[in-house]
């Protein structure tokens, strides 16, 4: 990407990470006989792990010699026994699996693998949004003005493909993000923005609802109607969209 220098007097500060998460991970090797075969998915290294579940680089077996490269998210099998993470983990491949779109990375399947749940996704070679920049502020540089336009308006288009999707019976699916930030924004080597993870997803068919009293998500890039537990619609993820936009042009978060 093109990169500018960054502007007089103000320095480039790395993004706000309230949150752990996968995205901000660096990749890790891991030795062949530690890998583990799920169902018709060989695994080949171990790409990131965090504190509730490892994403990993797989080939999906088929007939006649196919092959595809995903990516699979394995939760901790200790997690397995948290009946409301669970939940919350197939929420997530069931809110997915409704959105296919360029900007959206694609979940393919939701399987089991003895007592541990994984998703099998879309694999996308590339590193996410929150890693760039922090190369890049290492440098003292700075993202081009049309190349933070061009990333945060494709993260909008999936957005609104999510935003006025339709189930199958013609009912908006009332689908919000609500985690809306650089780890969850990837970036393929070939230029195409997805954005990823939508685990805490709100969602009309949601198995898991959030307790009340209980914020989930990056404090940094919330809508001021999550922090105060009011109705949440597709408007706060446009307002963590524009708090991205913010930091990217500017190399601080506004709060």
């Keep these: 990407p093109r990169l500018g220098a960054a502007p007089r007097g103000l320095r480039p500060l790395p993004f706000h990470s309230r949150t752990g998460g996968l995205g901000n991970r660096r990749m890790t090797a891991t030795s062949n006989d530690e890998l583990p075969r799920l169902g018709r998915y060989q695994v080949l290294n171990k790409l990131a792990q965090g504190g509730m579940a490892e994403i990993f680089l797989a080939k999906a077996l088929g007939v006649m010699g196919f092959e595809r490269l995903v990516a699979i998210k394995l939760i901790h099998s200790q997690l397995t026994r948290d009946g409301e993470f669970v939940k919350m983990f197939i929420d997530e491949a069931r809110i997915a699996m409704h959105l296919s779109h360029r900007n959206i990375v694609q979940v393919f399947d939701l399987d089991k693998a ?3 749940y ?12 929150y890693d760039v920049y922090e190369r890049i502020a290492s440098k003292g540089r700075w993202l081009d003005l049309p190349l933070a336009l061009y990333i945060v308006a494709e993260v909008c288009k999936g957005l609104h493909f999510a935003h006025t999707r339709l189930g199958p019976d013609g009912r908006p699916l009332s689908i919000v993000h609500r985690d809306i930030s650089p780890q969850n924004v990837l970036l393929s080597f070939e230029g195409e923005v997805k954005i990823t993870d939508f685990g805490i997803a709100k969602a009309a068919e949601r198995l898991h609802q959030t307790t ?3 914020v989930k998500g990056k404090y940094a890039y919330m809508a001021p109607e999550i922090l105060k537990e009011r109705p949440v619609d597709g408007r706060a993820d446009v307002f963590a969209a524009g708090v991205l936009l913010y930091e990217l042009l500017v190399g601080e978060n506004p709060y």
């Design 212 to 214: 009340p009293g209980i």
């Design 114 to 116: 003895g007592d541990t």
């Design 118 to 129: 994984f998703i099998a996704m879309e694999y996308v070679h590339g590193v996410n949004l």
